[in-house]
């Protein structure tokens, strides 16, 4: 099957940011920003909290790279 | 009738509906083509595609060693979610460029691209070895869970020995005959129903040993400060460790042969929705880290004799014994367990067919390799088996060894990829002094690293310096396959 509706070549460099930034957010120094029990929202502990919100925006970040590249 | 035969015929008939769809998967197609059998002839579609690389998350380890972890580490299980959902970030880039190269160039494994950029026999062999020897160690986890799982819901009335035997014999026919597109299909029937087994067991448990999950979360941060936090006072784990634990997921889950070599089953678009899913994948994994929180200050941990025994225990002691319920779990969990070992077993005949055999002996027809892959899933099959069941103890530093050494395939790989500098005398010594480094640490050492980094990123420091270092000294050369290779 050819890749053939794809639109736009992958920018590449801008996912290499993006995938660290995400990496960096999940790991201290910048872990240490999320890792508190308290608050707990949502039924969640805010260290996982931290780390659920930030998978959530990587997924709506994956899906705007796909966007992108595949139009619509 | 009693409860634990209900049970029994529950994940019976759970057995020979995965067995019968695996071996359907395989009906019509080439049994003796690689291409076939190694990469279904590059076209899985979509959805097969996010159960084949889903199921590979949720193994033995999430159900039995995720609730465990929680249970028994708190906080430290996040790392678990951190690494499903960071994992496959690489492969967006990787892959694509993977599936392009293989189609174009012929490969089936990830040792074919290394041998293809760097052309070394020796280089694909070592990577082939550590490979298979990984493979084995990962495939005696899941057996081992099979078992246990087995022997608990049946309340002990199979033992050990047959609830293995069973289930992985299973698998192995299956792969051995339908190959990826065996381990794919029956994947997306264990895949549906794992998710709803967790899911409902998690939610249960919070709601009924608790008062939903915020209750259970603020009585635990009372009665234990510094558990749902990491490297605090009364913290299970150190933030290095847990940062550099991440770190070296990322790194390397890809690095794994069969994750890897999937590359080259499909096509540029499907590779890059399966990488947006996998967050997904992460989400899907909190319930059955509620299952191990949901037991924390409820259950003593003196009821246990491993924390790996805190699903077993709830599910025999807070559900109530009806053999509906362990039957309907216990396939959910065996569903884990072997579509996880599926693709390991089938990855496993590869490496060993492609990356060990084929460089080796590079004048066997292709017959004759399909024949030596689908032999190679019974013998690997037969060693974890054996394995899983009766144990060598001299065995088991080694193969733990070169479970941890995967990662140190990283350099290599992105250096073929996108290093031209990258040079097979580079990749060889960094891959060597990186698998030793981590077998020191690893085993030797126990554990105990300076600033408690994690062993396996002191190896890929060692790696990649002796990896870069060499090649630059191998720069004279003209490496025209090199050039055809970038041009790909």
Same mark, same amino acid.
């Given at each position: 099957?050819?890749?053939?509706?794809?639109?736009?070549?992958? @920018?590449?460099?801008?996912?290499?940011?993006? =995938?660290?930034? *995400?990496?960096?957010?999940?790991? !201290? @120094?910048?872990?240490?920003?999320?890792?508190? =029990?308290?608050? *707990?929202?949502?039924?969640?502990? !805010?260290?996982?909290?931290?780390?659920?919100?930030?998978?959530?925006?990587?997924?709506?970040?994956?899906?705007?790279?796909?966007?992108?590249?595949?139009?619509? | 009738?009693?409860?634990?035969?209900?049970?029994?015929?529950?994940?019976?008939?759970?057995?020979?509906?995965?067995?019968?769809?695996?071996?359907?998967?395989?009906?019509?197609?080439?049994?003796?083509?690689?291409?076939?059998?190694?990469?279904?002839?590059?076209?899985?579609?979509?959805?097969?595609?996010?159960?084949?690389?889903?199921?590979?998350?949720?193994?033995?380890?999430?159900?039995?060693?995720?609730?465990?972890?929680?249970?028994?580490?708190?906080?430290?299980?996040?790392?678990?979610?951190?690494?499903?959902?960071?994992?496959?970030?690489?492969?967006?880039?990787?892959?694509?460029?993977?599936?392009?190269?293989?189609?174009?160039?012929?490969?089936?494994?990830?040792?074919?691209?290394?041998?293809?950029?760097?052309?070394?026999?020796?280089?694909?062999?070592?990577?082939?070895?550590?490979?298979?020897?990984?493979?084995?160690?990962?495939?005696?986890?899941?057996?081992?869970?099979?078992?246990?799982?087995?022997?608990?819901?049946?309340?002990?009335?199979?033992?050990?020995?047959?609830?293995?035997?069973?289930?992985?014999?299973?698998?192995?026919?299956?792969?051995?005959?339908?190959?990826?597109?065996?381990?794919?299909?029956?994947?997306?029937?264990?895949?549906?129903?794992?998710?709803?087994?967790?899911?409902?067991?998690?939610?249960?448990?919070?709601?009924?040993?608790?008062?939903?999950?915020?209750?259970?979360?603020?009585?635990?941060?009372?009665?234990?400060?510094?558990?749902?936090?990491?490297?605090?006072?009364?913290?299970?784990?150190?933030?290095?460790?847990?940062?550099?634990?991440?770190?070296?997921?990322?790194?390397?889950?890809?690095?794994?042969?069969?994750?890897?070599?999937?590359?080259?089953?499909?096509?540029?678009?499907?590779?890059?929705?399966?990488?947006?899913?996998?967050?997904?994948?992460?989400?899907?994994?909190?319930?059955?880290?509620?299952?191990?929180?949901?037991?924390?200050?409820?259950?003593?941990?003196?009821?246990?004799?491993?924390?790996?025994?805190?699903?077993?225990?709830?599910?025999?002691?807070?559900?109530?014994?009806?053999?509906?319920?362990?039957?309907?779990?216990?396939?959910?969990?065996?569903?884990?367990?072997?579509?996880?070992?599926?693709?390991?077993?089938?990855?496993?005949?590869?490496?060993?067919?492609?990356?060990?055999?084929?460089?080796?002996?590079?004048?066997?027809?292709?017959?004759?390799?399909?024949?030596?892959?689908?032999?190679?899933?019974?013998?690997?099959?037969?060693?974890?088996?054996?394995?899983?069941?009766?144990?060598?103890?001299?065995?088991?530093?080694?193969?733990?060894?070169?479970?941890?050494?995967?990662?140190?395939?990283?350099?290599?790989?992105?250096?073929?990829?996108?290093?031209?500098?990258?040079?097979?005398?580079?990749?060889?010594?960094?891959?060597?002094?990186?698998?030793?480094?981590?077998?020191?640490?690893?085993?030797?050492?126990?554990?105990?690293?300076?600033?408690?980094?994690?062993?396996?990123?002191?190896?890929?420091?060692?790696?990649?310096?002796?990896?870069?270092?060499?090649?630059?000294?191998?720069?004279?050369?003209?490496?025209?396959?090199?050039?055809?290779?970038?041009?790909?």
């Amino acid at each position: 099957m050819p890749d053939i509706e794809k639109k736009r070549k992958t @920018p590449e460099k801008v996912y290499a940011v993006f =995938a660290i930034v *995400i990496l960096l957010l999940m790991m !201290f @120094p910048l872990y240490g920003l999320g890792n508190s =029990a308290q608050p *707990i929202i949502m039924g969640l502990p !805010f260290s996982l909290l931290w780390v659920v919100f930030w998978i959530g925006v990587e997924f709506a970040g994956l899906i705007a790279f796909f966007r992108y590249e595949y139009g619509r | 009738m009693a409860e634990w035969i209900i049970a029994l015929l529950m994940m019976g008939g759970y057995l020979v509906f995965a067995f019968v769809l695996g071996m359907m998967a395989g009906k019509g197609r080439s049994f003796f083509s690689i291409s076939e059998y190694a990469v279904a002839d590059r076209g899985l579609g979509l959805v097969v595609m996010w159960f084949l690389m889903g199921g590979t998350i949720f193994s033995a380890f999430a159900f039995l060693g995720g609730p465990a972890w929680a249970y028994s580490k708190g906080a430290a299980a996040f790392y678990i979610l951190a690494y499903t959902a960071l994992g496959l970030l690489p492969w967006y880039l990787i892959g694509p460029r993977m599936a392009k190269l293989g189609a174009a160039r012929g490969y089936f494994s990830m040792g074919d691209m290394l041998r293809d950029r760097y052309q070394s026999k020796a280089l694909v062999v070592i990577v082939g070895i550590v490979s298979v020897l990984a493979f084995i160690q990962y495939l005696t986890l899941q057996i081992k869970g099979m078992a246990y799982i087995f022997n608990i819901m049946t309340a002990d009335h199979i033992p050990f020995w047959v609830g293995a035997l069973l289930s992985y014999g299973i698998v192995v026919i299956y792969v051995a005959t339908s190959g990826v597109r065996g381990a794919a299909w029956s994947d997306v029937l264990q895949g549906a129903l794992m998710f709803v087994v967790a899911w409902s067991v998690g939610l249960y448990l919070v709601f009924t040993l608790h008062d939903g999950p915020g209750a259970m979360f603020a009585q635990i941060a009372a009665d234990r400060p510094g558990f749902l936090e990491i490297g605090h006072e009364g913290s299970k784990m150190s933030q290095t460790a847990y940062s550099t634990a991440i770190l070296v997921s990322v790194v390397g889950f890809i690095m794994w042969p069969h994750l890897f070599m999937k590359s080259y089953t499909a096509n540029e678009k499907t590779i890059k929705l399966t990488v947006i899913a996998y967050p997904l994948f992460a989400i899907f994994l909190v319930p059955v880290l509620f299952i191990g929180f949901s037991a924390v200050g409820v259950i003593p941990p003196t009821a246990l004799t491993t924390p790996d025994g805190i699903l077993p225990y709830l599910i025999t002691n807070n559900l109530g014994a009806t053999g509906l319920l362990y039957g309907i779990i216990g396939a959910g969990a065996l569903a884990a367990a072997q579509s996880s070992a599926d693709a390991i077993t089938h990855g496993a005949s590869v490496s060993f067919g492609r990356d060990v055999v084929y460089p080796l002996k590079p004048d066997l027809g292709d017959r004759v390799q399909i024949l030596i892959m689908r032999w190679a899933v019974v013998a690997i099959g037969a060693v974890s088996y054996y394995l899983a069941i009766w144990g060598a103890a001299g065995l088991v530093q080694l193969l733990l060894g070169a479970y941890g050494s995967i990662v140190q395939f990283a350099p290599c790989v992105y250096g073929a990829i996108w290093w031209r500098g990258a040079r097979k005398e580079g990749a060889i010594a960094g891959l060597v002094v990186g698998v030793g480094v981590n077998f020191w640490y690893q085993l030797v050492q126990k554990g105990v690293t300076p600033f408690d980094i994690n062993p396996g990123i002191m190896g890929l420091i060692a790696n990649v310096i002796i990896f870069v270092a060499v090649s630059l000294m191998c720069q004279s050369r003209d490496e025209e396959h090199v050039r055809a290779f970038h041009r790909t």
